[in-house]
């Protein structure tokens, strides 16, 4: 019932940031002490296993994956949580992608994960800077997750910035492979996850399309794209004179 009140409480409360933050702080004060906990239990046990000399490397590597997935779980809210500038700005389109990829270069190439970049220059939104670089870096994990579930061979990343009459088209196109129908369909519910159920909850995707509809009056798509998957978002142009 909690779980169903918090999504609930999330999705009224999108249009009024101030109220989402304080909803973002109840969700992390609920969240810390059971991970705090969880955590506590993982340190008991792996002392009384070595206490008695149990080296089961079986046992070791769930109790390590038990940790990553509650340090994944508070990082998840705590990056939506920051992910608030509390104003908007002009911002260069190219210019902000860059940054992005450049504080996430690391991460990605200890995967083995090639990018390809491809933007339009002089192309500019009003928005939030910080909202929408944590919308891009949670398509980026989304896609390494993939390429890790699916072990992918020679993953690689496009990702295109360009322009229509009305629209900056942003895509991120992966080749791990393509989404069935039936995933395409509940990618962005909140509790929708192609993991198992203790790896997590679906809520980054359902949280970036949410904040870019209702903060950024723009969308986010997915559909299948050769041998993978491209999700694309759209901001329209001119709101408000400003783009």
Same mark, same amino acid.
């Not at 260069?92 to 270069?105: A, E, G, Y």
């Not at 399309?209 to 491209?230: P, R, Y």
């Given at each position: ?76 809210i705590d990056d939506f949580r920051g ?30 994960i090639e990018i390809g970049f491809d +933007? ?5 939104? =009003?928005? %939030?800077?910080?909202? &929408? /670089?944590?919308? $891009?870096?949670?398509?980026? @994990? ?75 009056? +723009? ?5 299948? =794209?050769? %041998?993978?998957?491209? &999700? /694309?978002?759209? $901001?329209?142009?001119?709101? @408000?004179?400003?783009?």
């Amino acid at each position: 019932m909690k779980q169903i009140n918090v999504d609930i409480d999330i999705s009224d409360s999108l249009k009024n940031v101030p109220k989402l933050q304080e909803v973002f702080a109840s969700v992390a004060h609920q969240w810390r002490r059971p991970l705090t906990q969880i955590n506590s239990i993982i340190g008991n046990l792996d002392n009384k296993l070595y206490e008695l000399h149990v080296n089961d490397a079986e046992i070791m590597e769930m109790l390590s994956q038990i940790e990553e997935i509650t340090k994944e779980m508070s990082r998840s809210i705590d990056d939506f949580r920051g992910c608030f500038s509390k104003e908007k700005r002009t911002i260069l389109l190219k210019n902000l992608l860059l940054d992005i990829l450049k504080s996430k270069h690391l991460d990605l190439q200890e995967c083995g994960i090639e990018i390809g970049f491809d +933007a339009e220059e002089g192309e500019q939104f =009003f928005g %939030d800077e910080q909202l &929408f /670089k944590q919308v $891009i870096i949670t398509l980026l @994990d989304n896609a390494k997750d993939a390429f890790i579930s699916r072990n992918t061979y020679k993953p690689h990343i496009k990702i295109s910035a360009k322009s229509d009459e009305n629209f900056l088209i942003i895509d991120i196109c992966d080749n791990a492979g393509g989404m069935s129908k039936s995933i395409r369909k509940r990618i962005f519910e909140p509790s929708f996850t192609t993991k198992h159920s203790s790896e997590g909850t679906g809520l980054g995707l359902y949280m970036a399309k949410k904040l870019l509809e209702e903060q950024m009056n +723009a969308t986010l798509s997915v559909s299948n =794209f050769a %041998d993978g998957s491209c &999700f /694309k978002i759209k $901001i329209l142009k001119d709101q @408000d004179g400003k783009n």
